[in-house]
């Protein structure tokens, strides 16, 4: 099976500050990724997929990149609210593997 | 609106059984395939189990194949779990989430239900 690894994790961030969240898979995905945020004692809620389309009504400083093993998540202006838990997932072939989550405190 | 609601969780001995629903509304239930996941007490999420939209297949995870099965009945609206020869490793918040629109390719879960806890424990 294909493994997901994250880094960096924790990450510790101030308001304003630009983030990035990389995702690597053990072989090609293509853009077969998104993106989850999940806050404590809440449901995840998927902010990007296909590794770069934003889901309706996620704040536009959340964006997406990459293609085949190598992804990030960019938060481009650090808000309070953002501190969560981030999760990527690949959904190319089952199984639809977790990567272990990045938290992010700010 | 889109509503998926688990159930059935709870406190089971270790070696015991549970079986978990998932109530779907809002949507063509009998058109999309579902997924279980789950997420242990401060541990990340984990792709437990998938079934097709008409239930013609099913695909598990190595840590639950053989244990677990997921069904379908599109008759009611309902996902399900079962779960045998259950560990305290089993202990977590599963949450049912919907999948693909049958003949299209997954996206991941837009859909999630607020889960249920299920502890296995002596």
Known sequence: DVQMTQSPSPLSASV??????????????TNHLAWYQQKPGEVPE??????????????????????????TLTI????????????????????????????VEV | QLQLV???????QPGGALRLSCAASGFTFR??????????????LEWLTNILYDGSNRDYAKSVKGRFTISR????????????????????????????????KGVGFASWGRGTLVTVSS
């Open chain 1, 46 to 71: 998927r902010l990007v997929y296909a590794a770069s389309t934003l889901q309706s009504g996620v704040p536009s400083r959340f964006s997406g990149s990459g293609s085949g093993t190598d992804f």
């Open chain 2, 73 to 104: 009945d599109n008759s009611k609206n309902t996902l399900y779990l079962q779960m045998n020869s259950l560990t305290v490793e089993d202990t977590a918040v599963y949450y049912c989430a919907r999948g693909a629109l049958a003949g299209t």
């Open chain 1, 16 to 29: 304003g500050d630009r983030v990035t969240i990389t995702c690597r898979a053990s072989l090609n995905i």
């Open chain 1, 76 to 103: 481009s202006s650090l808000q309070p609210e953002d501190a969560a838990t981030y999760y990527c997932q690949k959904y190319d072939v089952i199984p639809w593997t977790f990567g272990p989550g990045t938290k």
């Open chain 2, 31 to 44: 058109s999309y395939s579902m997924h279980w996941v789950r997420q242990a007490p401060g541990k990340g």
């Open chain 2, 6 to 12: 688990e159930s059935g969780g709870g406190v089971v």
